[in-house]
């Protein structure tokens, strides 16, 4: 069993920055790999980020040279971060943070929203 909270989103002005957190805690040694999806209004849940247990880390296109993806463990507890700078309109989204499992389980957390508006 793994839970994850997340926190960070917010409302920040094009061109701004902000910076997302996942914490996990349970069973987190099962973890194969961590990521950051988003899902905008009216379309599907995507990929932004992505990072596995042996530090392979993967963007979305979009995102490539903006954001940046981490994780730390820290006393039993991992965490996962998104450095999101350079923000655009169409960053707009509710973010989640997704664990995958050795055994091929996934979680997710409750996502957090990114408003990014003038």
């Known amino acids: 069993q793994v839970q994850l909270v997340e926190s960070g989103g917010g409302l920040v002005q094009p061109g701004g920055s902000l910076r997302l957190s996942c914490a996990a805690s349970?069973?987190?040694?099962?973890?194969?790999?961590m990521g950051w999806y988003r899902q905008a209004p009216g379309k599907e849940r995507e990929l932004v980020a992505r990072?596995?247990?042996?530090?392979?880390?993967?963007?979305a296109d979009s995102v490539k040279g903006r954001f940046t993806i981490s994780r730390d463990n820290v006393k039993n507890t991992l965490y996962l971060q998104m450095q999101m700078n350079s923000l655009k309109p169409e960053d707009t989204a509710v973010y989640y943070c997704?664990?995958?499992?050795?055994?091929?389980?996934?979680?997710w957390g409750q996502g957090t929203q990114v408003t990014v508006s003038s």
């Open positions: 990072i596995t247990s042996g530090g392979r880390i993967n963007y």
């Open positions: 997704n664990a995958e499992l050795v055994s091929g389980v996934i979680y």
């Open positions: 349970g069973t987190i040694s099962s973890i194969n790999a």
